[in-house]
């Protein structure tokens, strides 16, 4: 016969031990599940998946009374291909980011939170990309082999296309500069002509140097047509001289010239 | 706001896995203290077929927009609402005007409508490209730089344009040819600020094996009396050409000149 009376105090303490266990890890568990959930995302929002599925689901009753139709495949497509633009560039993102991340995290000067936010981010990503493969095979067989590369190729053009335009939009700035700074190195040589009569024979020499140009620049190849900007180095040297270079500067400008020739 | 959607992708809404945040959305969320769910009335197959194929039966959170298609153009475009920020709105717009300009660029290709891999590469864009830089090149030849800077113009427009899944390599090969071309009839022109930015453009496009272009930069600068930068970007032009190259004594020659004409006007 078993005293139940004996064994109660163990079986409550057993009892009591493996609940408030239990009690525990489930708290724990949803305490850590919802901090995940809250932890800020690695990205901001992904535009081109936005668009991407709101043309999918734009509904054509939803519009107005006239019937709209269907998103045609094609815009489908482009909006496809930019999604996977933008997949491709928030992959190489994190891919330059792990190495550094991982070191970070090792010396311990980034907290936990920080490497599981970038985790999931991680795993988002490869979701993402399956996804956008296995779509874009829908629309045409084989595409989903070839839409990253396109999609790489379309990055990087687009980076390329930004730095032309950047280079491009300081054209105007430098125009002006120039302009502005030939005037004020031309006023001061008309002054400099105006004070010292001794510099005419510079002034024929200038208006000489166009005939020389051209004469040299006759039988210009591609090859040969450095020499032709040589010959407009004599004028330029004039116009920017300066009052107590001015003797010097033909001789120094023919200098350059026999260097540049070599 | 931005409305919250869940969008289903396959009528399995049993077996769904609970709700999984996807970039921002949960930020979103979050913000939100009242957020809309919209659940979209056509999940049966009936709008789009394509993605029926789609393994993955998982609830994807997006944010919709309520976007509207011109029937004619097939432009998208994004309806004025207070709902969005003037930010917003602008970063929306801008996205779908990318995406016009792709489709219109994705309509012009043949049936199945998809870019092609990079490579190989249409040589139809190339074989015009290479003759617009031929005349241009004869142009120069015989002295004619306004009408040479044309052609190389109307050249590097093309190349510009190469649709965006060509192989960005080719681009900017062909752009830093035409670039420096361009610089040295700009040059001949006198006209440095032009040439400088050409050059400055061509050296981008393609740092190594561009001796001239480098030395063109050197010039333009040199030539507006703007010593200290030419030395820069001489110094950087030898550099990437190899201190004892042969093709580098021509930068050399005029980092001389530079550093002397340097000299002189400090001394003055």
Known sequence: MVNWLSLAVPLAYLGVLI??????????????AQKAMSLEPWFPAHLQRDIYF??????????SEKKTPNVPESVQKAALLRRATEDIRRVMTLRNQKQALSVLLQRGSVGDDLWQRFMRAEKEMEEEVRDVVSEANAYTPNWGQTIFQSANEMMNNEIYRQR?????DTLEEERVWWEKKRTSVKESFMKELNEDETSSPQTQSQTQSPAVKSSETAPATPAKAAASVQGSDDDAVLVEADPSSNQASPSGGKKKKGKGKK | MLPQVVCLCLPQMAECPPPRAFGGQLA???????????????????????????MASEIDLYNQYPLHMDPATKAITLPQSSAYTTTQQNTVTNELNELNTLHRALISLDPPNIPPPPLPVNPKR????????????AAFRKNNYAEAIRLYTFAIDMGV????????TLAREELAGLYGNRAQAQMALQAWPEGLVDAKLSVDSKPMGNVKAWWRVGKCLAEMTRYEEAKGFLNKGIELEGQGADSAKELIALLVDVNAALKRVQGA
Do not use: C, M
């Open chain 1, 164 to 168: 032309i335009k950047e280079h491009e």
């Open chain 2, 28 to 54: 979103a969320t979050r913000r939100n203290d009242h957020l809309q769910v919209e659940i979209p009335l056509h999940f049966s197959e009936d709008s789009y077929s394509p993605p029926t194929t789609k």
């Open chain 2, 126 to 137: 190339s074989a015009q490209i290479t003759k617009l830089r031929e005349s241009a090149n």
């Open chain 2, 161 to 168: 344009t190469r649709p965006g899944w060509e192989p960005v």
């Open chain 1, 19 to 32: 609940g408030s266990l239990a009690t525990f890890s489930s708290l724990y568990r949803k305490r850590k």
């Open chain 1, 54 to 63: 709101s043309l999918l689901h734009l509904d054509p009753s939803s519009q």
